[in-house]
């Protein structure tokens, strides 16, 4: 950096890097999981390798393509939340999106949420949420305030760095080294110290377990750490199997199907949403073949002779079992995200009395959530998987143990109940369910001048237009309360205030400080800017009809992000 700043992406690079190294020493099983991980996704890459001629994946690119992260966080109070606003701004983490989990029917939590992350790209998230007092009855109201009022999570120095950087527009590397210290040693660490093991007990027996999560620690401790997978269901079954839940010959069948069902949707553009390193120019010239017979069987002989080492006997560590059910679609409908997790762990703690004297006891919170990102839905995608997923939520209510008990029947209701959804990029963007970006390809630039159309569809099927989806970098609400309730063994909360109130992004705004981005409107934008930049260099944007153009100038207008969309739009 030229005025001798650094750079703020390398900074959340090196700020989630810690935090994970953090968290992997706080809980072992989330070290283990990574390297469960680690050879799932080994054994994925060595499939994609037989099936693309020239594809390969470096151990240190497969590092890379592993080192992704969300966090979650729960903040108490809102003059917290503001610093943690004024925190992330200096990692370029800015708040996205506005999580009403109060308002979701049966599994509604006592909290509003936004997510801090880059726009465009972005590789780390932070999940956070604040709880909301006013949900609880007066009296509870009072306590729990009175408990949260007491902490002081940021440290005189931490608040001193927040300051230097909006003061300078940015820090050098040793201030930002520092403050990375002040979130691993203070500010998202787990002490294991609470208070107030009363309220803390009458919380979690009355269902508000989040609420005791978050009033009786003194830290904003980081609840899970989300690395990516590249492929769940191997994942899921690895990690079911180094649990002992699963054995060697359930192994097989699970992870054979698993990889089996890869090979079928890892086309071009599902490489490029899955695989940093590689653009879309060089994943569609990327030669298809087909594997040889039996590949399939010695990979997952492979993994099995792998997870028998020492280090994979994951049922010697503390541990509560695995989720019985992946959240969001089925592997055969690349949306959205597919998240599942190991169950919270039961952990010490040492509440303190206000007297010094300690009285040790447990806590249930932390959990291992894994996930894989696929396309971001359009307003109408995002409705039409809303419906499909009410259906697969009224199958699971109905018959709880199903998925668990037999766990193929509940996946073909779960893929009959999203059959609406095509399954392919092109067919859900000519659905208009997905977004895309457009870019012109080297044949359509030769030919510029002389195209006779602005029809899309068209310019792609003519190979003048080459399409790119654009990655869901968002949360779900239904998919997080879900994580929420299983983990916790807690199906939702009602309020217990007069009236509940209600609950808005404005408000959220007002205790951040700073506006919420809307990703749909981002998304648009890209969208938006990509087609006229993409009609433009063809010479076709005139063919276009003006209520059209204006359109989509009308949505590039509307950017959060201002100018920088037009640049975005092209890389
Ligand atoms: C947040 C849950 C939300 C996700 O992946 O949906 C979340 C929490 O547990 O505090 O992280
Ligand atoms: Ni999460």
New binding site residues.
Partial sequence: MPNGFADRIEMQHALFARLSAMFGAEVPLYDKSLAVNRVSNRAVCDLLGAMYDGFRVSDEQLELTSGER?????IGRPDELGLIARFFACFAMEPHGF?DMTSIGAKSQP?I?TAFRTSIGPEHRI?C?LLQTDYFDEATRQRIEACLAKRVVFSERAVALLEKNERQGGLAWDDAEALIAEATTRIFKWTGRASERELYHELCESGFK?AADIACFDSHHL??L?PNTLCMDLYTASMRHCLGEVDAIEFRTLASRALQRHLTMADEHHMVLHFRHLDSITAGSLHRRTPEPGLIDGLVEDLIGQFAAPEFRLTELPHAGFKDVT?GPPADTPLLLR?DAYKALTERVVFLAADGSETPDTHTAR?G?I?QRFYATTTEGRALYDGCLKRVEAARAEDPGMARRDPEAFDAIAREAFAAFPKTLATLVEAGLVYARYMPTSEGLRQAGSIDTADLALLVEKGFVRLEGIRYED???V??AG??AS?LNQYGTRSTAASKPAYSAALLEGILGRPIRNPDAINTARQSASILDTLGKLGVIDRLEAAERQALVRDVDRSPIGESIHVLAAS
Avoid: V
């Fill in positions: 969300h966090g979650a966080i729960r999580y909290i949420a999940f949420s989040i609840n899970h989300t959240e998240q959990f959530e996930e949360f779900l609400p998919s997080a994580i929420f983990n």
